[in-house]
């Protein structure tokens, strides 16, 4: 990786060095690996979805991937449910299918083990609308309009429950841009494009992440389910420089706490997405994924190191 050498050292006696994009194409694709793969599976997803429904796509006789995000079956044997949906009916009081909640335990437990938003930065379709508004904000350096806590999401999930509960109607699904564009995407395009062009407005003029990073219920809830998550972002302080790099480019720059993420070896919080853009930009290669369990291993091997040394 080449980087541009600067007068300063850091505390561990490294030079701080600046990341800058390699010059050759294979250089260019190994730096946007991640980017690339995440768009692959957002529009594989889609593309399942879409092939099911209009091109009668299947397998053993069975629809390949019918249903939508909320909720959808595969092949006809494995049910797969939205869990912030299922929760949201369980507040209105409905009864649900065992069907359904089997298929809300499965996408919970996936999650839960791989990061809850992951499905943020790999799935939710959204995040190609919102990427696009930060990379135009990018582009003509465009400053924030308002100041949100990122917080408030957590409100809005709480929000959605609460009128769940008052008004029998899964209050987000409702209003949700993520089953809006995913509806126009499969079945055609129409009025709720209007609330997807909304949020890119929002993200592009107003705040910077301002839907996906401040406000949206459905990546609140995927947070809280991501906080025990094995796959994780390792950090190796030895390496570090404290360049700042990885914080410019992170979606939620507020878990790149690299003093914090020093003590346990990773990024902790569920609020990381698991993008991946932080990993190959650091001129240090100090950020790589990696499951906790090793890192565990790997932090206990160097503390060793250290007291022989
Ligand atoms: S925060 Fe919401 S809209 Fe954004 S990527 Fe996550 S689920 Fe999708
Ligand atoms: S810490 Fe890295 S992987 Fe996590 S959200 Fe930020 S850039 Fe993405």
Redesign the pocket.
């Known amino acids: 990786m080449s980087s541009d050498q600067t007068p300063h050292t850091a505390s561990n006696g490294r030079p701080i060095r600046l990341y800058r994009l390699p010059d050759s194409l294979s250089g260019k694709l190994w730096v946007w690996r991640y980017l690339i793969l995440r768009r692959i599976t957002q529009f594989s997803v889609l593309l399942l979805f879409f092939a099911t429904a209009h091109w009668a796509w299947g397998l053993v006789g069975e629809p390949l991937l019918s249903g939508n995000l909320s909720s959808s079956s595969v092949v006809g044997l494995v049910p797969l449910a939205d869990p912030f949906a299922v929760l949201q009916i369980l507040f209105t009081r409905h009864l649900l299918s065992t069907e359904v909640l089997i298929g809300a335990a499965i996408v919970l437990v996936f999650y839960a083990l791989i990061g809850g938003?992951v499905?943020?930065?790999w799935v939710?379709?959204?995040?190609v609308v919102?990427d696009f508004a930060g990379w135009l904000r990018n582009h003509f350096d465009l400053g924030n309009a308002l100041h949100l806590n990122r917080s408030l999401?957590y409100y809005v999930l709480a929000l959605a429950l609460l009128l769940s509960l008052i008004t029998g109607l899964a209050a987000f699904e409702w209003v949700s841009?993520?089953a809006m564009l995913h509806r126009e995407v499969i079945f055609g395009i129409g009025m709720g494009l209007i609330g997807v062009a909304g949020?890119f407005l929002f993200d592009l003029m107003v705040l910077r992440h301002g839907?996906?990073?401040h406000l949206?219920?459905?990546?609140?809830f995927?947070a809280v389910v991501g906080k025990a998550a094995q796959l994780r972002v390792r950090f190796d302080e030895s390496t570090c420089t404290r360049c700042g790099e990885c914080i410019r480019v992170c979606p939620e720059p507020q878990v790149l706490n690299l003093n914090q993420a020093a003590e346990r070896g990773l990024v902790t919080s569920g609020e990381c997405?698991n993008c991946g853009r932080c990993v190959p930009i650091c001129p240090e290669d100090s950020l790589s994924f990696d499951l906790r369990p090793w890192i565990a291993r790997h932090d206990q091997r160097q503390r060793a190191n250290r007291t022989i040394g």
């Open positions: 938003r499905f943020c930065s939710c379709p959204v995040n919102t999401r841009p993520i949020i839907w996906c990073g949206c219920p459905l990546g609140a995927y997405t």
